[in-house]
Nanobody
Framework: QVQLVESGGGLVQAGGSLRLSCAAS????????MGWFRQAPGKEREFVAAMDYSGGSTYYSDSVKGRFTISRDNAKNTVYLQMNSLKPEDTAIYYC??????????????WGQGTQVTVSS
């Protein structure tokens, strides 16, 4: 069993910042890829960002590129998402994801329960 637990969501005004954290626990060896997806009300879940174990490869969606930064602390099995210049359209439930084998923008074996991010205008 692998558990991913997100924290750091909340309510922020447009233009503000939030930092999400996700800690992996359980039967993990080296979670090769960790990242984030989000789902806004009435919309499909979408990829946000992901990073490989070494940090040498990162993916971002076009909608967050230049505003969000993903990072990870492998000693703590934790991935972070620093979100700056937030917009109302960033409002969504943010899900942490992990995969032991591959870095991608669409397929992950493990998912967290999600944390709500609300950006007011």
């Amino acid at each position: 069993q692998v558990q991913l637990v997100e924290s750091g969501g909340g309510l922020v005004q447009a233009g503000g910042s939030l930092r999400l954290s996700c800690a992996a626990s359980g039967r993990i060896f080296s979670m090769f890829a960790m990242g984030w997806f989000r789902q806004a009300p009435g919309k499909e879940r979408e990829f946000v960002a992901a990073m490989d174990y070494s940090g040498g490869s990162t993916y971002y969606s076009d909608s967050v590129k230049g505003r969000f930064t993903i990072s990870r602390d492998n000693a703590k099995n934790t991935v972070y998402l620093q979100m700056n210049s937030l917009k109302p359209e960033d409002t969504a439930i943010y899900y942490c994801v992990g995969d032991p084998n591959r870095l991608s923008t669409n397929e992950y074996d493990y998912w967290g329960q999600g944390t709500q991010v609300t950006v007011s205008s």
